[in-house]
């Protein structure tokens, strides 16, 4: 998006003393039309006429103002995830948490200052919108003052330089997944049916891909011992897509029937459309930003042939982990530096579901500037998310330490206990173990606005802090009665300012306190270099798990924490952080409603 620049000169609050912060006007015209991304045309979300939404580019501290102009046929609401919206809180998106919905034919202004450098990502938060393609890449460009992790891929200084600049210029690469039912279709059909949907027909990269069909035989040959278990030894069909049992769907009413036969199977190939990313071996290095706007998938990235050394995540620099592949969950950011060293010409990058949900990939490429051999290259994984020889190297998740490391305090002063699983129906969710969040609640009544409208929800999907002090959040999974133990990874979602993790383990969380808990058990806690993220990735594939995530209260405001695969967030799981309540801003008079 060519943003209209005018250097204002600006005071910024408190982030530094004196600095001349520009404002950056991006204009955004939600359309609502047909389209074709895999070849399969249905009506989905425009910006600007563009799909993936067009990226923003800025530079630390700039100051932001996105203004929307919603020409689509329902209401909208735009959510820049990761972004801390620090004395914001009106901007980050959530209807009825933090703004009313911009109905059809509404304009509505979000302003924030780019506080932090990084990868970052901005899509829709009303309804299930992110799913009909409303969504675009942010890039912020770091301030002088921050340390780059480079010199601990290489110490030649030839490198770093190379290193410096390709980061200057990135290419941003958004993996999602597609389907042919728009988000409101998909969730009639749960609703109607009972199921617990979770099939695409394509994985997009850019925006771009097809609908692969490579045969029921092909697709189940791939099945692993894991899977073969967790579906019964059932086939898959010829979508890559699971077989519905009380082991993926739980013991609720359902009427399989409802589900359109063609949902899950009778896939049918697409041309489609290709991505292709140009590099130039001059450069050296090239920085690949690798950002999930997936609405239901995980997906594996990597790059035939190229060793990917991971130095950014979720928006922080990280000491650099040298992978081939990495798994990427709903919402995470992972940047690549890849050495630019092989023979030119075309590499393929993919994107595979790991074995995991569904069998089913996309595909892209990387070429070589210049370069006429266009030929096959070597996989690091095959079409069912699985390595292709045992030197294939796994990006470490669990460590992932900060660059330059940051310190935290030993205690908390509250423990947030949440409990995920399903609740009334097999596509309903809870974060809190009891209660459903409703989304659609005080949509013309946000509590940002209103702190009364939090009755409108339910007493345990909000929960209150005071400003300053730390919190802890237990997240666990795979206790409650009467839910099978397989259930999908969820993926956390927490709004403003990053956690720490700083543990997990496997089991039920049956201590009393954190300190307790790191006191008996220190080899599941990390205090010293945890890490720093704004997505949290907690799977219990084989029976109860928990995480604990601490981050210190400071940006007041009414803040999300949710599941971020589209149809659990949609359904219910989430709570309402009503961080630092005692101190809640007040609300600018262009805000006022
Ligand atoms: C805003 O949307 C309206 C329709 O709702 C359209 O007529 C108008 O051209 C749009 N403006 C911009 C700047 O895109
Ligand atoms: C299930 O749905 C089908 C198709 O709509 C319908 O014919 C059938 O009666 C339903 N079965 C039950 C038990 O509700
Ligand atoms: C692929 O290899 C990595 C080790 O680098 C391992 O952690 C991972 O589990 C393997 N994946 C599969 C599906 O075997
Ligand atoms: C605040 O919310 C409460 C609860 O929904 C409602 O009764 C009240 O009218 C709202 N106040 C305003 C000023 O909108
Ligand atoms: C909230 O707490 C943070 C951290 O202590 C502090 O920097 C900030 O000024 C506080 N905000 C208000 C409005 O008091
Ligand atoms: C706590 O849980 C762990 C792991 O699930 C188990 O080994 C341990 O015996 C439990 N302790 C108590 C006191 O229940
Ligand atoms: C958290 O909540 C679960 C479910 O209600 C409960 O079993 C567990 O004891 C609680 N844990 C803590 C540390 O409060
Ligand atoms: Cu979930």
């Known amino acids: 998006m060519a943003p209209l620049k005018s250097l204002v000169a600006l005071l910024s ?42 990226a923003l580019t800025l530079n630390q501290y700039d100051n932001v103002e996105f203004i929307v102009n919603n020409s689509m046929p329902f209401e909208a609401t735009i959510h ?106 998909y969730q009639n059909i749960m609703e109607d049916s009972g199921v617990d949907l979770f099939c695409v027909d394509s994985i997009l990269i850019n925006g771009r891909g097809r609908v692969h069909c490579p045969g029921a035989d092909f697709i189940n040959s791939f099945q692993t011992d894991y899977l073969k278990a967790a579906i019964d030894n ?131 490429t990387m070429r070589y500037k210049g370069s006429d051999q266009i030929g096959e290259s070597e996989p690091y994984v095959n079409y069912g998310g699985l390595n292709t020889t045992a030197d294939v190297i ?36 809870t974060l809190q173990g009891e209660q459903l969040y409703d989304v659609m609640a005080n949509h013309d009544n946000p509590i940002l606005y209103n702190l009364t409208a939090r009755e409108n929800l339910g007493n345990k999907v909000t929960v209150q802090t005071k400003n300053g002090t730390w919190v802890d959040v237990l997240l666990q999974v795979g206790i409650m009665p009467n839910t099978p133990t397989i259930q999908s990874p969820h993926i956390i979602h927490k709004h403003s300012n990053k956690a720490f993790i700083i543990g997990e383990g496997d089991g039920f969380f049956n201590w009393t306190s954190v300190a307790e808990a790191a006191s008996e058990r220190p080899e599941l806690f990390e205090f010293e270099r945890p890490r720093l993220r704004d997505t949290y990735m907690v799977l219990g594939l084989l029976g109860p798990k928990w995480m604990v995530i601490r981050y210190q209260v400071v940006n007041p405001g009414p803040f999300l924490i949710h599941c971020h695969i589209e149809t659990h967030l949609f359904n219910g799981m989430s709570v309402a952080l009503l961080d630092g309540v005692d101190k809640w801003p007040e609300i600018p008079r262009e805000y006022a409603i």
């Open 13 to 54: 609050t408190s982030v530094l003393p004196w600095v001349l912060a520009d404002l950056v006007t991006f204009k955004a015209d939600l359309t609502w039309a047909k389209g074709a991304p895999d070849g399969n045309l249905r009506d989905m979300i425009f910006v600007n006429g563009q799909f993936p939404s067009p």
């Open 234 to 364: 059932l086939p898959l069909t010829d979508k890559g897509c699971y077989p519905k049992i009380w082991k993926t769907q739980g013991s609720f009413p359902r009427n399989d029937s409802k589900v359109p036969p063609g949902l899950e199977s009778g896939c049918v190939p697409t041309t489609g459309t290709h991505e292709v990313i140009e590099v130039d071996q001059q450069d050296k290095w090239v920085s690949m930003k690798f950002i999930s706007a997936a609405w239901l998938k995980a997906l594996i990235a990597s790059i035939d042939e190229h060793p990917m050394w991971i130095y950014e995540v979720d928006g922080n620099y990280i000491e650099p982990q040298l992978a081939h592949t990495m798994i990427m969950f709903n919402g995470e950011r992972y940047s690549a530096m890849v050495k630019l060293d092989k023979q030119p010409k075309d590499y393929t990058i993919r994107a595979t579901d790991p074995n995991a949900d569904q069998i089913i990939a996309g595909f892209a």
């Open 80 to 185: 820049f995830h990761g972004i801390e919206q620090r004395n914001t809180p009106w901007s980050d998106g959530v209807p009825g948490l933090t703004q009313k919905s911009i109905l059809p034919g509404e304009t509505f202004t979000y302003r924030w200052t780019a506080t932090q450098y990084g990868t970052y990502w901005y899509h829709a938060h009303a309804r299930s919108l992110m799913a009909d393609g409303l969504y675009g890449a942010i890039w912020i460009n770091p301030a002088p003052e921050n340390p780059q992790p480079f010199h601990l891929i290489s110490d030649d200084p030839s490198d770093i330089e190379s290193m410096r600049k390709a980061e200057r210029d990135p290419k941003l690469i958004i993996l999602s997944d597609w389907s042919h039912y728009t988000s409101e279709e």
């Open 394 to 429: 796994a990006l470490d998740e669990s460590i992932l330490a900060p660059y330059p490391n940051i310190q935290l305090p030993t205690a908390a002063d509250q423990l947030i206990n949440l409990t995920f699983g399903r609740r009334e129906s097999s596509y309903q969710w």
